[in-house]
């Protein structure tokens, strides 16, 4: 008899990924791929490009940090967790 099969989670670790704190909406954002383009909540700041080229902005005057973070992604839905102070 089949073992019924669980879904295989599809979740993929982003290590030391580019990420960028908005510290107007304190939304931290990061791009995972290429065409993955996000933008923070307040729409002050974006970041593309995933691993291939990161590339970002920022509307002129916005305040915001640039830095590395893990992060895990789930590629079916894309939706992402910040991994910070988790372990270690
Ligand atoms: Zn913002």
């Not at 989670?9 to 931290?28: A, D, E, R, Y």
């Not at 691993?51 to 005057?61: A, I, V």
Request: aromatic share 12%; hydrophobic share 25%.
């Amino acid at each position: 008899m089949a073992k019924k099969q669980k879904k295989p989670s599809n979740k993929k670790l982003f290590k030391n990924h580019s990420s960028m704190l908005c510290k107007n909406c304190n939304t931290t954002i990061m791009s995972y791929h290429r065409h993955d383009f996000n933008h923070c909540e307040c729409g002050n700041i974006f970041i593309d490009g995933g691993t291939d080229y990161t590339r970002f902005g920022c509307t002129p005057g916005s305040a915001y940090e640039s830095f590395l973070r893990d992060w895990e992604v789930d590629m079916d839905t894309g939706e992402k967790t910040l991994l910070d102070f988790l372990g270690e």
